[in-house]
């Protein structure tokens, strides 16, 4: 019995190498990057959790662009405006009218989700570059009409002195606080996006990007999952943009949420970390952010040229994105998940073939197919026995 408990403890605990040897690496990795956020603030100063926090809001940005346009394929250059309706709508109403952050985010994510639906609308007739371009014109419109309305918007500067969401005693601990504000947020809408673009909603998202006839031809009205798309997309980044004016790092500002600046990018962040994956959304903001912030801090001046690299970190900042972009046409998550399907599938190949033949080296097998070595000891002896009667 004894003996049976052992083999079976034996079998469970195979089985569960088993089972864990099966989990995707990219789930070891993303757990990996998650407790890296969460543990990361402990050992940074005041400066860099805010730099840290100002990057997480970006992320939430490029998965909300990434929701419609990656999936969809519905191509949009507009997205700032849901940023700046939630950021403007909260920051305007705390600012001017004493209004608490909480009633303001949630006035902010409607507004959102109805420049969202007016978005959405116009999508059913209009695709390609006339969507794009479409999408374009509102936000350089709205930052028009703030520039005319300073007294109200703050013009180019925009509002600063909103309320923070979470105010502690000193300015450190409130930019710690918020910064677990914000890596919350960004989990709430990591998970939202990545569960709805793993549904059946995000196979429609992906058959109407590949073609809206055949999504039509099963009884499915396309016209109501783009919709869908642009509300869910604009609810994400309306609540990204007001929560950020309500943290140490973020303002209701031109540059900061509207500009053009802000959706090129996005769309940069969300090509390079691979269309449509929404963790290379994650991939893609995370090093568009951090390579920017490097590139102007780095300290190093480049001989011949004798120019510091600070100087000119915005063209080799283009230029290193060009170059990535060239050889990394579908995207770094995308490629990365490539190449560790071809290192599983070649690991998996050689255990298949170490098993079948018990771990034996190729000498090994080549010496075991002669009959001599075949270990048939009775059919040797048998052998010896007939020739010692035939002498």
């Known amino acids: 019995m004894a003996e049976n408990a052992h083999t079976t403890g034996n079998d469970e605990s195979g089985g569960s190498i088993g089972r864990l040897r099966r989990v995707p690496p990219s789930y070891y990795l993303s757990v990996g990057f998650l407790a890296f956020l969460a543990l990361i603030p402990g050992v940074l100063g005041t400066t860099n959790i805010l730099l840290l926090t100002y990057s997480l809001f970006f992320v939430m940005f490029v998965i909300s662009w990434d929701f419609v346009s990656g999936y969809t394929g519905l191509m949009s250059f507009g997205h700032t405006l849901f940023f700046a309706v939630g950021g403007y709508t909260t920051a305007i109403l705390n600012i001017h009218y004493g209004v608490h952050p909480i009633p303001g985010i ?53 509002l600063i002195g ?19 504000l914000a890596f919350g947020l960004f989990l709430v809408i990591f998970l939202l996006a990545w569960v709805i673009t793993r549904s059946d909603t995000g196979t429609i998202f992906t058959a109407i990007k590949e073609s809206e006839d055949a999504v039509a031809s099963v009884g499915i009205n396309p016209n109501k999952y783009k919709v869908y798309a642009f509300v869910m997309s604009a609810m994400m980044g309306g609540l990204a943009g007001a929560v950020f004016v309500h943290t140490p790092a973020g303002s ?37 952010f951090w390579v920017r912030e490097w590139l102007s801090d780095v300290s190093w001046t480049i001989p011949v040229l004798d120019i510091g690299v600070s100087d000119i970190n915005d063209v080799l900042f283009f230029l290193l994105l060009l170059a990535l972009l060239m050889f990394l046409t579908q995207g770094l998550v995308p490629w990365a998940q490539e190449r560790g399907q071809r290192l599983l599938e070649r690991r ?19 010496d075991a197919s002669r009959p001599e070595a075949t270990g048939d000891r009775s059919n040797r002896e048998r052998t010896a026995g007939n020739q010692g009667k035939t002498r």
């Open 106 to 158: 949630v006035g902010g994510v409607i507004l959102a989700a109805i420049a969202g639906l007016l978005y959405g609308l116009p999508a059913r007739n209009i695709e390609g570059h006339y969507l794009a371009l479409m999408t374009l014109l509102p936000p350089l419109i709205l930052e028009r009409v703030f520039r005319l309305f300073k007294d109200t918007t703050g013009g180019e500067t925009g």
């Open 162 to 180: 909103t309320e923070n969401l979470i105010e502690m005693d000193s300015f450190a601990m409130t930019a710690w606080v918020n910064y677990y």
């Open 252 to 288: 209701a500002s031109p540059s900061q949420l509207l500009s053009l600046v802000v959706i090129i990018d996005v769309l940069l962040a969300s090509i390079l970390g691979g269309l449509g994956t929404i963790t290379g959304a994650v991939v893609g903001g995370m090093t568009i």
């Open 348 to 366: 998996r190949a050689d255990d298949a073939e170490v098993a079948a033949d018990g771990g034996r080296t190729p000498d090994d097998r080549t």
